[in-house]
Nanobody, 122 residues
Framework: QAQVVESGGGLMQPGGSLTLSCAVS????????IGWFRQAPGKGREGISY???????FYEDSVKGRFTISRDNAKNMAWLQMNSLTPEDTALYYC????????????????WGQGTQVTVSS
C-alpha cells in the first residue's frame, strides 16, 4: 500500500517553467517505477513520462526535450521539471506508482495521487 501526493501545480504563462513534486509513502519506493500522467479537459488520461528505480527514463514525444523527470529514493520523492510550457500542456497532472519496470500503461500503475492542476495561459 502506498499513498501518493502531488504538489506544485499552478498558473503559468506560455514559455514558463514549473516543477511538480510527488511524495510517496511506504517502504517500497526504492523498487518501483514512478510515472507522470496528465488529463486535459475533455480528453483521456495520457502517460507522459516515467522513471524506474534505477533511473531509466522515458518521455512521450510531446514533452521530450522540455520535461525532465527525476527521483530521490532516500526521500521517497519524484519530480517533473517542465520547461517551455504551452497552452497545450494545460491539464490535471497525476503521479502514480507501478511495480512494473518499464511501462506507461495506465492499468499497470497501482497507486495514484489526486492530481495537481497546471494551467498555461497568457
Amino acid at each position: 500500500q502506498a499513498q501518493v501526493v502531488e504538489s506544485g501545480g499552478g498558473l503559468m504563462q506560455p514559455g514558463g517553467s514549473l516543477t511538480l513534486s510527488c511524495a510517496v509513502s511506504g517502504d517500497s519506493f526504492n523498487y518501483v517505477t514512478i510515472g507522470w500522467f496528465r488529463q486535459a479537459p475533455g480528453k483521456g488520461r495520457e502517460g507522459i513520462s516515467y522513471i524506474t528505480y534505477d533511473d531509466h527514463t522515458f518521455y512521450e514525444d510531446s514533452v521530450k526535450g522540455r520535461f525532465t523527470i527525476s527521483r530521490d529514493n532516500a526521500k521517497n520523492m519524484a519530480w517533473l521539471q517542465m520547461n517551455s510550457l504551452t497552452p497545450e500542456d494545460t491539464a490535471l497532472y497525476y503521479c502514480a506508482v507501478s511495480g512494473h519496470y518499464t511501462t506507461m500503461a495506465l492499468d499497470e500503475y497501482e497507486w495514484w495521487g489526486q492530481g495537481t492542476q497546471v494551467t498555461v495561459s497568457s
